[in-house]
């Protein structure tokens, strides 16, 4: 069965601290990964994406890895901001018969405090 | 939020009524999605159409429809006969054909059953 495992669940920092998310997927045949932010209350947005190729890829503060080979991902957030609390989504698209299939990891919620 | 509109924001309905969730897009994307999110947990799929007047259930199907006669509207019906219908709902659209489009989401539309 396709899993996303994100660790930790829940996350507490002081402000301009760093952090990092990690997840974990057993998705089987592998497409690409994504990151998304979703603030309370609101839709998720994409942060990143990577494929099998890629194993950095940054988007400002925050910079997510890929091990294609352990199946393990993480994103880094560099000097946290009020702003950056939220829930981090991972997100990996399976290939299938007719198309593709998105597996919702359960999220990591962060709380950036002052 | 992209160019994905949802309505209403909150939700409150009585049990044993239908009511229906509205999801507008001016991305020119073909395909559309309905999720449900519930603390603590991932998103889950309900329905999503690749093209008008085509729609295809999706991991949570049971007491909800939808109906897709315009590309740019996906309205989700909640009926009676879910058992459990308070949560977060998202609307989503993406551009077909790539599992590396990203799906943009909805600001979501929060139902409470009283």
């Known amino acids: 069965k396709n899993q996303v495992e994100q660790s930790p669940q829940s996350l507490i920092i002081l402000e301009g601290k760093n952090c990092t998310l990690q997840?974990?997927?057993?998705?089987?045949?592998?497409?690409?990964l994504r990151w998304y932010k979703q603030d309370t209350g609101r839709g998720p947005v994409s942060l990143t994406i990577m494929t099998f190729s890629e194993n950095t890829k940054s988007n400002g503060r925050y910079t997510a890895t890929l091990d294609a080979d352990t199946k393990q991902s993480s994103l880094h957030i560099t000097a946290s901001q009020l702003s950056d609390s939220a829930s981090y989504i991972c997100?990996?698209?399976?290939?299938?018969?007719?198309?593709?299939?998105?597996?919702f990891g359960k999220g990591t919620s962060l709380l950036v405090t002052p | 939020d992209g160019g994905i509109t949802q309505s209403p924001k909150y939700l409150f309905r009585k049990e044993g009524q239908n009511v229906t969730l509205s999801c507008e897009q001016n991305?020119?994307?073909?395909?559309m999605y309905w999720y449900r999110q519930d603390p603590g947990q991932g998103l889950r799929l309900i329905y999503y159409?690749?093209?008008?007047?085509?729609?295809q259930k999706g991991d949570i199907a049971e007491g909800y429809s939808v109906s897709r006669e315009k590309k740019e509207s996906f309205p989700l019906t909640v009926t009676s006969a879910q058992k459990n219908p308070t949560a977060f709902y998202l609307c989503?659209?993406?551009?077909?054909?790539?599992?590396?489009?990203?799906?943009?989401f909805g600001p979501g539309t929060r139902l409470t059953v009283l």
């Open positions: 997100v990996v698209s399976a290939r299938s018969n007719s198309g593709y299939a998105l597996n």
């Open positions: 159409s690749q093209i008008v007047n085509d729609f």
């Open positions: 997840c974990n997927y057993t998705v089987s045949p592998f497409s690409n």
């Open positions: 991305l020119n994307h073909d395909a």
């Open positions: 989503a659209s993406t551009a077909s054909g790539s599992s590396y489009n990203e799906q943009f």
